[in-house]
């Protein structure tokens, strides 16, 4: 106890100095109640609308802020930050063009209900309206991407409105919250009184489940003879991945997890099946279409994971276990809605929930597809295959790692051959599909967990969009280990054309992108390059040794295809296996 004691001490010295009650600037007032909020650490760009809140940082230890080389990389560095640690993101950014480099980021959140408070700034109250030089609505353009948003005023608005942004953001349906400021209100002066009180009318999200619903699925179970479980990320989220393998074990249920749902439950475990949808395993994809009950557990039913909605399990009685209750029978109608916190039901549920007696031949069943159709592909000795590089990737690290990847191919190899035992250790851009996610939220992750190790997959394509942030990897020291899967091309493009548009190849080719070894090294980052198995183990083995960020250029196959594959139209049972 003695030895925590001065950590302890200094925590409360410093939220007495920071709750101090002084006349002081909105800007101030700003950076106090980010750290009252138990803020960490902020990403931003200054600009002018902002200049009071960055002078206000100036000099103030107790605040810390990592200057990114672009507003994107800011919110995908909070973002990874977010999913990675469990608390929210916040990051920084100027008026009209700063603010409006967010919104895809913002998109991005919203879609995989991450929670996150944007703060912009804003041309001065009484320029608001006449197209000042900067000025953007930034709240009407992001009102359809947030979950709740504030033009401040009033300085004297400013602790609350932080305050009830955080609680918005980190509960119900987790999601971004944007607060817009003024340059004039972050410049006025008021006694600060920290936000601590709520009343937020009309925001009550439900939390605990109707306890008849429970029995139903309870007697659901009972009854079904192939039942399933298909778990999303908001198991994650709400952290119920011990309650759901709670669950697992009494029911004996088989269960898949979707991309956002990787690590919710043990990749090793003889019940899970892998990943459904597009990409998904053969034994994922047959369980749901030939199962009698589908318990789906904080997943919203996205199309990639439905296929063709009319005829998705068709022969099962649909369970939906969700926080939001707009979710519940959006896509697929639903025999028993659960509204409520997924840890909250599976805890409520567990004492009683049976074991699923009727599913011998069922789990049979399982067990024979996940032997007969596993992921395949026909390995190389003459070019490096990606799927073998996500292999040896997952073989050195013992799946431990933190991975984030960018979106395309590499992506979804990287779903597929990385196998996650632990929750938050699995950082992608599920919803939105936004290229340039991967690389800044690695930043973010490591920035959560400086002690753990942060791997950064990422496509050729995609590694483009936000290279500027080896920047920041090489001035911070970020140890992230960047991986470029470089196939010279739009893979995930390219695949579709040749699938699905009769091999019409139309602008995919990659061929000009720079020398990422030097582009690296011009940053003053590690810069590695593989072509054979034997490289790329001798590279992967350096830059683990390295203690700084490293890049290592995967040079594979370029026309390599990621199976199985579910095209546009068909049911998720209709699927492409490939040649392997």
Not at 93 to 112: E, H
Not at 444 to 468: E, F, K, T, W, Y
């Amino acid at each position: 106890m003695s030895a925590q004691t001065p950590e302890v001490r200094s925590t409360e010295q410093l939220r007495e100095k920071w709750m101090k009650p002084e006349v002081i600037t909105g800007s101030e007032i700003l950076l106090r109640s980010l750290l009252l909020e138990g803020v960490e650490c902020v990403f931003g760009y200054p600009g002018g609308a902002v200049l009071y809140i960055y002078d206000a940082m100036y000099g103030f230890e107790d605040f810390k802020h990592v200057l990114t080389r672009h507003e994107q990389g800011a919110i995908h560095a909070a973002d990874g930050y977010a999913r990675a640690s469990g608390k929210v993101g916040v990051c920084i950014a100027t008026s009209g063009p700063g603010a409006t480099n967010l919104v895809t980021g913002i998109a991005t959140a919203f879609m995989d209900s991450v929670p996150m408070v944007v703060i912009t700034g804003n041309v001065a109250t009484t320029l608001i309206g006449t197209d000042a030089f900067q000025e953007a609505d930034i709240t009407g353009i992001t009102m359809p991407i947030t979950k709740h948003s504030y033009l401040v005023r009033d300085v004297e608005d400013l602790p609350r409105v932080i305050h009830e942004a955080f609680h918005i953001a980190s509960t119900g349906r987790k999601g971004p919250v944007l607060i817009d400021i003024p340059k004039d209100v972050s410049a006025a002066k008021t006694l600060f009184k920290p936000g601590e009180s709520l009343n937020l009318r009309g925001y009550n999200p439900r939390t605990v489940p109707n306890r008849l619903q429970l029995d139903k699925l309870c007697r659901a179970i009972e009854d079904a003879e192939c039942p399933m479980i298909i778990a999303g990320g908001g198991v994650i989220y709400s952290g119920a991945h011990e309650a759901l393998h709670e669950f697992v074990k009494r029911t004996q249920i088989p269960i898949t997890t979707t991309l956002l749902g990787l690590g919710a439950f043990p990749s090793g475990h003889e019940l899970w099946t892998g990943m459904p949808g597009m990409h998904g395993t053969y034994t994922s994809n047959h369980a749901i279409q030939k199962c009698d009950l589908l318990i789906n557990i904080g997943a919203r039913f996205d199309d990639r994971v439905t296929g063709k909605l009319d005829g998705f399990a068709p022969n099962a009685k649909i369970v939906h276990i969700d926080i939001d209750p707009a979710e519940i029978g959006k896509n697929v109608p639903t025999d028993i809605p659960i509204v409520g916190d997924c840890k909250t039901v599976l805890e409520m549920i567990n004492p009683d929930v049976p074991a699923a007696m009727k599913a011998d031949a069922w789990r049979d069943q399982i067990r024979k597809w996940k032997e007969e159709y596993p992921y395949r592909y026909t390995d190389s000795d003459e070019v490096l295959k990606p799927q073998w590089v996500i292999e040896m990737l997952n073989d050195t690290t013992d799946g431990e790692a933190i991975v984030t990847t960018d979106v395309g191919q590499h992506q979804m190899w990287s779903a597929q051959y990385y196998k996650f035992n632990q929750p938050r250790s699995w950082i992608t851009s599920g919803g939105l599909g936004t290229m340039g996610f991967g690389f800044p939220s690695a930043i973010g992750a490591q920035m959560a967990h400086p002690d753990r190790l942060v791997i950064s997959i990422n496509g050729d394509g995609g590694m483009q969009m936000c290279s500027q942030e080896l920047a920041i990897c090489a001035i911070n020291n970020i140890p992230v280990k960047i991986v470029v899967i470089n196939n010279q091309v739009l893979g995930m493009v390219r695949q579709w054309q040749e699938l699905i548009y009769d091999n019409r190849y139309s602008h995919i080719d990659l061929s000009g992108s720079p020398d990422f070894v030097k582009l690296a090294e011009a940053y003053g980052v590690k810069g590695l390059r593989a072509t054979t198995k034997e490289e790329a183990r001798a590279a992967w083995a350096e830059a683990l040794e390295t203690p700084g960020p490293v890049l290592i250029d995967f040079v594979v196959e370029k026309g390599e295809n990621v199976y199985p594959m579910v095209t546009q139209g068909s049911t998720i049972d209709q699927m492409l296996m490939g040649d392997a």
